[in-house]
């Protein structure tokens, strides 16, 4: 199984930004992982693009957790390419079609009426922007430590925290880990993905520890992008940090 980085640039809010959803390519299948905010589908096509594939050629998506930067663009994407295949987790599967509140959207209206005054008006505008998120049936749903068989060699890793149903991807053969948000890189280093907004803190530090079991010599961080160096030290480091 090949493993491709995409570089999704976009600006917000006037800053410039980059996401890194995944392709995971075989002789089988070509199945992106995850597909950035809603209206983001010119932009994924790009990215792919510059990695020499075309979304036309997907044959599935790949969903590691109900967020709007994770999920918000697999509507349109799914409506244009039909035949795509969705995946996700078992206990996420719930929020991405639409059969439950997704949990952001719980978390971001049971702490509004603590915030800030000033804060409020950028919260409700979050609120509205969870909400406008459409939601996409789920085809076939992973369980904790799956190897499907659509993925061959591939390794469904449930690393909840940041979410409950958060799962990652090891690649065995290229020893490579793809950690959606279990990880963000920030200066260099590893950290804990919004740590504020983790739905569990202490289970999100808790599946950093279980990634530091794997042996790992390319992590691909959805926010970050990619670290080959150190990892295990670094892994260690955040492992401390939040332990101490
Ligand atoms: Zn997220």
Redesign the pocket.
């Known amino acids: 199984m090949d493993v491709y980085t995409l570089d999704v640039k976009f600006t917000f809010h006037g800053k410039e930004d980059t996401l890194h959803p995944v392709i995971l390519h075989d002789n089988y299948e070509t199945i992106l992982v995850d597909c950035g905010y809603p209206g983001f589908m010119p932009l994924i096509e790009k990215a792919a693009q510059h990695q020499g594939f075309s979304l036309h050629n997907l044959t599935g998506i790949i969903i590691t ?1 109900h ?1 709007i ?2 999920m918000g663009g697999l509507y349109e994407i799914k409506e244009k390419y039909p035949s795509l295949k969705i995946y996700a987790f078992e206990t996420e599967a719930k929020y991405i079609n639409g059969k439950e509140k997704p949990l ?1 959207l719980q978390q971001a209206e049971n702490i509004y009426s603590s915030l800030p005054e000033d804060q409020k008006p950028g919260a409700l505008q979050f609120q509205e922007s969870l909400k406008n998120v459409r939601p996409v049936a789920v085809d076939v749903t992973f369980s904790a430590g799956e190897k499907p068989t659509c993925l061959k060699g591939v390794c469904i890793v449930h690393t909840p925290g ?2 409950p149903g ?1 799962i990652s991807l090891y690649v065995e053969e290229r020893k490579t880990f793809i950690a ?2 279990a990880l963000v890189i920030e200066e260099g280093d590893f950290n804990i ?1 919004n740590p504020n907004f983790a739905f569990d803190l202490k289970e999100a530090v808790a599946s950093v520890i279980k990634i530091r079991a794997y042996a790992i010599d390319t992590m691909i961080c ?1 926010h970050g992008g990619m670290m080959e160096k150190d990892i295990q030290h670094k892994l260690d480091k955040l492992i401390t940090k939040y332990n101490s």
């Open positions: 957790h967020d930067d994770h952001r940041h979410l958060h959606a948000d993905a959805y």
